[in-house]
């Protein structure tokens, strides 16, 4: 049974009532009260971050490629430039925005294994970004597909002759390595943010 005690203060009556610990209603206030402040204690390295804001841009990025990679391989099917043949556009897109869904919902979400996760995809995009700046850096120096070296007894085409549609090329290349580099410096927060949060909670783990 509960026992409960008055005390009088002054002109403030405290009541206090001790709860046993089988009782249904100490789980209830125990749950209530440690549970969320645990939780957010586990994450809030990681919020430094802002996941939402890297995760907004990882959104935007994957879109421009993605969308990129759909005019350029309708343009560019018969002679496909290196960056289009490669499919970096598709797949890095798709990774970006893998990656960036997770760190917005990490957000509003407190789970340790879901950091885990925009870690593990983190390092993907990494990857994925140097892969990306060294095909889009080989296409600005290599020769527009089809004006190679002609065979004998045949002529480069025409449009070969004109520089401006190499020029949007490196262009467009130059925008896309910029943008590799900004998705590498954002994983990268993301990785340093998030390999603290998870090694604080592994060390809790432990500690408990």
Same mark, same amino acid.
């Given at each position: 049974m509960?026992?409960?005690?008055?005390?009088?203060a002054?002109?403030?009556?405290?009541?206090?009532?001790v709860?046993?610990?089988?009782d249904?209603?100490?789980?209830?206030?125990?749950s209530?009260?440690?549970?969320?402040?645990r939780?957010?204690?586990?994450?809030?390295?990681?919020?430094?971050?802002?996941?939402?804001?890297?995760g907004?841009?990882?959104i935007?990025?994957?879109?421009?490629?993605?969308?990129s990679?759909?005019?350029?391989t309708l343009?560019?099917?018969r002679?496909?430039?290196?960056?289009v043949?490669?499919?970096?556009?598709?797949?890095?897109?798709?990774l970006?925005?893998v990656?960036g869904?997770?760190?917005?919902e990490?957000?509003?979400?407190?789970?340790? *294994?879901? +950091?885990? @996760?925009?870690?593990?995809?983190? /390092?993907?995009?990494v990857?994925? %970004?140097?892969? #990306?700046?060294?095909?889009?850096?080989?296409?600005i120096?290599?020769i527009t597909?089809?004006?190679?070296k002609?065979?004998?007894?045949?002529?480069?085409?025409?449009?070969?002759?004109?520089?401006?549609?190499k020029?949007?090329?490196?262009?467009?290349?130059?925008?896309?390595?910029l943008?590799g580099?900004?998705e590498?410096?954002?994983? *990268?927060? +993301?990785? @340093?943010f998030g390999?603290?949060? /998870?090694?604080?909670?592994?060390? %809790?783990?432990? #500690?408990?």
């Open positions: 509960a026992a409960t005690t008055v005390t009088d002054g002109s403030v009556r405290i009541i206090t009532e709860i046993p610990a089988t249904p209603r100490a789980a209830q206030l125990a209530g009260s440690q549970a969320p402040a939780t957010s204690f586990q994450t809030q390295g990681f919020r430094r971050a802002h996941p939402k804001v890297l907004t841009i990882h935007f990025t994957g879109i421009v490629h993605i969308c990679g759909i005019i350029l343009s560019e099917h002679n496909p430039s290196l960056p043949a490669s499919g970096v556009f598709f797949w890095l897109g798709i970006l925005l990656s869904s997770l760190l917005v990490s957000e509003r979400r407190d789970s340790p *294994v879901l +950091v885990k @996760a925009c870690c593990v995809l983190s /390092v993907g995009v990857l994925g %970004t140097l892969v #990306a700046i060294g095909i889009h850096g080989t296409a120096t290599r597909p089809g004006c190679e002609p065979e004998p007894f045949r002529t480069r085409p025409e449009w070969c002759l004109h520089m401006e549609s020029k949007l090329s490196n262009g467009l290349d130059s925008i896309l390595a943008l580099l900004l590498f410096c954002v994983a *990268v927060a +993301v990785l @340093a390999y603290d949060t /998870v090694r604080q909670h592994t060390y %809790t783990q432990l #500690a408990l």
